[in-house]
Structures are given as C-alpha cells and as structure tokens.
C-alpha cells in the first residue's frame, strides 16, 4: 500500500508499541482468557476449513463440538442461509451453547472504509444487521477487512480510522466488537503496522486488529512485530500455516495447510504472543481444496490436534 502520511502521523506508526497499552482496555477486559500455562489459548474453528464440504451451519456446530473446540467462527452468508431456511438465530446461539462451544468471532464483508459516501453509508447498514445477526447466536466479534478498497493504493491512514472509529460506535450500541483485519492480498491494510495505525488512531476503547499467519506472510509484514501488542489489541488470531512454494507473491489462501505442516515460524510466533499477554481465540482458517474433498469430522480433528501440537512446541 502506497500511503501519504505526514511526519506525525510517521511517528504515530512507529509507536505501534503502545497499541497495546492504549488500545481497547474494556476490549481487554472482555478477552477470553484460560490462564492454563498447559494450554493458554481458546481453540476455535472456522467454518471456511470445511465450507466445501457444503454442509450446514447446524452440522458443522456438532461437528466443531465433537472435535473439541472451545468456539466456532461462522460466515454471515451461512447465518443468513439458516435464516432463509426457516431458522432462528436464536435458536441457533442456543444450539451452540448447549454443543459447549462460544462465537468468539465471525466473518463478514461490509464496506466500511470505502471512499464513496453512499457506499460506505451501505456498508456501515450492511454492518448494523451484520453485528445483529452475530449477537443474536451469543457472538462478541465481526471480522472488518477493507472490503471494497483492495485495489485502492492511496487510501489515507487517518481517514481509514475515522471510518474504522464510526464502524466501533455502531458495534458499541450493538454489543458486537468489529475487528479491523490485515488482508495481505490487499493494497490497504496490507500490513500489520497499518492495521496499528487504524486501531490506535481511532481512538476507540474497543478497537482491536485481527491478524492471521497467511496474511502477515503475503502482506510481507512478517511476525516479530507481533510482540508489540498486548492481549487488548490482538483477541483472536488466524491460524493456518503455509508451504515454501509458491512464492509469496503467487501464494493464494487455496495454498494454506495444516498448522505445523509449513514453513511458517508458528512456535515462535506463538510464544512472542504469549509473552506479550495474548490468552485469546486461536481461529483455524483454512481454503485448501484438497481439506474440502475429505470428510469434514476428520478435517476439524486434524486441524485442531495440530493447533495443539503447534502450542506444545511453544510452550517448551
């Protein structure tokens, strides 16, 4: 991403560090934490690693519950597939619930950081019913990517966090967090220094970012810079990993794998998190064809014993 920023706002970005000191204290206080130093993080399942297997949100709940995670990370477009079945969301938060699982996160695509006015109004109407749909199966959390300005290389920084700030306030009324995610694929937030800038620039209590392996990895931010938040800033986090071929340039989400099954430093990455304080969701996202062919129990079951695996080697 190609931004214009003044000399201030530079050192705003270079101070990244006190993101996780300034950004989202009551954020902070409402993330999921186990404090069990044999396994300190919340294991979720995102529904993208069996999406196509084509099966519905109900079936994948049970199947999420079977397999042992703490949380399920659903898609707004299967929420609203139930709906238009004939479900009640809430009926389905209860389903949840009863299966032991909690909707720590979703995934949404509203336009929300767009230049046009009536776009961007769209968008933030798209987001109301968005976040109401979360809340309503016991959801915290929307994913908030820059849809709608990937191919957009001149988006300023500063206009992105009012417009990320106007999205929090509809989220604060609704009791739903948004996340402002890294896209690595995009020429806007990109990079997890930008997505920093946003967050803290908001000026927000609860704003936070929602990063992933694979996007850090395209983006070219890379993982070291990860130790600068604290738990507040970061609460759910992306896992998958990613081979040595393609190149990062050509890499695709169809080439993530298995955590541990790359070359992506995922113990390291996870033990700097856990020094910095992250005790929060760690969301398995995955788009491999060849995860989609195979029976879904068994692809929830490999990716979380994996995860696991990937924790342990942390921890030594």
């Not at 898609?75 to 009640?88: C, F, I, K, N, T």
């Not at 996160?105 to 509203?110: D, N, V």
């Not at 929090?168 to 937030?189: D, M, N, T």
């Amino acid at each position: 991403m190609t931004t214009t920023l003044t000399r201030r706002e530079w050192f705003g970005l270079t101070g990244t560090c006190v993101a996780g000191a300034a950004v989202a204290p009551s954020a902070q206080a409402d993330a999921p934490v186990r404090g069990d130093n044999a396994d300190p993080f919340v294991y979720s399942l995102n529904t993208s690693t069996i999406r196509g297997q084509k099966i519905p949100i109900v079936q994948e709940v049970a199947i999420a519950a079977r397999a042992g995670y703490h949380a399920i990370e659903p898609w707004l477009s299967e929420l609203e597939q139930y709906v238009r079945d004939g479900g009640d969301l809430r009926d389905l938060g209860k389903r949840i619930q009863d299966a032991g699982l909690r909707v720590e996160s979703a995934i949404g695509f509203c336009e929300w950081i767009v230049d046009d006015d009536g776009r961007r109004q769209k968008g933030l109407e798209q987001a109301r019913r968005d976040m109401d749909m979360v809340r309503q199966i016991g959801g915290r959390r929307l994913a908030a990517p820059p849809v709608g300005a990937t191919n957009q290389a001149d988006l300023p920084l500063p206009r992105a966090a009012e417009r990320y700030r106007a999205l929090l306030e509809i989220g604060a009324k609704i009791g739903v967090v948004p996340q402002v995610e890294v896209w690595g694929f995009s020429r806007s937030l990109s990079k997890l220094g930008e997505c920093a800038y946003v967050a803290a620039e908001a000026g927000h209590a609860q704003a936070c970012i929602l990063a992933d392996v694979y996007h850090l990895h395209k983006g070219g931010s890379g993982f070291d810079g990860l130790r600068l938040f604290s738990a507040g800033a970061l609460q759910v986090f992306h896992m998958n990993d990613y081979p040595d071929k393609p190149p990062r340039a050509d890499i695709t989400d169809a080439h993530r794998v298995y955590p541990g099954d790359g070359v992506a430093p995922l113990a390291r990455m996870l033990r700097e998190l856990r020094r910095a304080g992250f005790r929060g969701v760690l969301s398995l996202e995955l788009f491999n064809r060849e995860y989609w062919k195979q029976d879904a129990a068994q692809v929830a079951r490999t990716g979380l014993e994996k995860m696991r695996a990937v924790v342990r080697e942390s921890l030594k």
